[in-house]
């Protein structure tokens, strides 16, 4: 190996800023990208402090295309290990509870911009993952490792570290609005239509169980072999009052409901799980609809959008806001609080539209302004019907809800 290039003046400033932080137990992380060393398919590292069995290492998750790789090392080789990786990477960011500090270079030169902190800006004081950001899970609770989210350490499987960034979102949300619908230590009944593996179900209970009297949850779920793993990791989990049904939201009937979710209801089925939460006056009712169909074909462009609807994309994605615009419209109508907003960036997931829905109090009848206005769109674009108006109205035919995406 070839000896190592000569340091930029600033590269020596960045890695002396970086030892400090350290030094001083205020690094946050660093990120080394635009690699150019011998490892095929490196997109970027990842430099953190952590606790390993009582004892602080320097954590490096390499990122490549298909997978990722950590590398742990004595905390005493930090500034050593950061030298050898900036030696093989163009650009770094160094993360501190103080500044922020982007060092970019190429053969000739290097450019150093250090971006100092807001006088209010709160340092976290914490290391590696426990920055200022709140968690509203728990990375120590037993559930994550029984689901395959953790592993017997309490460290965030690399693969999943999406999924964890989901369930705290989630969990964020709901916490915000339970603050405004639950009443003086009153336990909610929660339902959870197509639980899939729990992953949310599971973080909401938790999450409410250490916050009120213990919830009562349900997961609903299709898949016999989900429910029944989802059942074992609730009793290993200790989650008494955590239970799944098998079946969905046409054949479950809970007698009581607080809270509705439907995250990724196919197609119409979100209709049906939004209809029974207005039926059975649910407080709040938040879903993430998915697989859009059913106003598509019957989608008829108004002679001013038809040159912007011949596209197909562009006519899917009408139809797609239109549905669910509709869908907002009905439970404001019906006397909810409505709001229609994106749940968690792109880059983890492609189905990230959230409706979220409080109730008012006094609500007597359905508000004849709204529904004034979900006729005139029906009319604007042609639509003949929508499942939910039509459940509202109990003028359903039954028809298969399902659709295999």
């Avoid at 150019?36 to 398919?41: A, D, P, R, V």
């Avoid at 462009?301 to 040159?307: E, F, G, H, Q, R």
């Avoid at 968690?344 to 008012?360: D, F, G, P, Q, W």
């Amino acid at each position: 190996m070839s000896a190592p290039a000569p340091l930029f003046p600033q590269e020596q400033q960045f890695l002396d800023a970086f030892q400090q932080a350290v030094d001083a137990q205020r690094f946050e992380r660093l990120i080394l990208s635009q690699y150019k060393g011998e490892l095929e398919q490196l997109e970027k590292i990842t430099l953190r402090v952590i606790s390993l069995q009582n004892e602080q290492v320097l954590s490096c998750l390499y990122r490549y295309k298909t997978q990722d790789v950590t590398k742990n090392y004595p905390l005493n080789q930090a500034a050593a290990q950061a030298a050898e990786l900036l030696q093989r990477c163009r650009q770094a960011n160094l993360f501190t509870a103080d500044a922020e500090l982007q060092l970019k270079k190429n053969r000739k030169k290097a450019l150093l911009t250090v971006s100092p902190l807001k006088p209010d800006a709160k340092p976290s004081g914490q290391q590696g993952h426990d920055r200022a950001k709140r968690r509203y899970v728990d990375q120590d609770s037993p559930f994550l490792q029984l689901l395959g989210i953790a592993d017997a350490k309490a460290q965030i499987i690399p693969s999943m570290a999406r999924k964890w960034k989901q369930i705290n979102k989630f969990v964020e949300i709901c916490a915000g609005a339970v603050e405004q619908i639950q009443g003086a230590g009153q336990p909610l009944h929660v339902v959870d239509f197509g639980a899939g593996k729990g992953y949310l179900t599971f973080a909401l209970y938790d999450y409410l169980a250490k916050q009120l009297q213990t919830p009562f949850v349900t997961g609903v779920e299709l898949n016999p072999k989900m429910v029944e793993f989802c059942r074992e990791a609730a009793q290993a989990s200790g989650f008494a009052q955590l239970d799944f049904f098998q079946g969905d939201v046409r054949t479950y009937a809970p007698k009581q409901l607080d809270v509705m979710i439907a995250l990724h209801a196919c197609d119409v089925a979100t209709d049906f799980a939004i209809h029974s939460g207005i039926r059975l006056n649910a407080q709040m009712i938040m879903c993430a609809p998915c697989c859009h169909k059913e106003l598509r074909p019957q989608l008829r462009s108004p002679k001013v959008l038809a040159p912007m609807l011949q596209f197909g994309i562009h006519a899917g994605q009408q139809a797609e806001m239109l549905t669910d615009t509709i869908r907002a419209l009905l439970l404001q109508a019906y006397g909810y609080d409505t709001k229609v907003f994106e749940f968690v960036a792109l880059e983890h997931t492609s189905k990230n539209k959230m409706i979220l829905a409080t109730k008012r109090s006094g609500f007597s009848a359905p508000d004849p302004e709204v529904l004034a206005q979900i006729q005139a769109l029906k009319e604007m674009y042609g639509i003949q019907k929508h499942s939910l108006e039509l459940l509202l109205n109990d003028q359903w035919d039954q028809q298969n809800i399902g659709c295999k995406c």
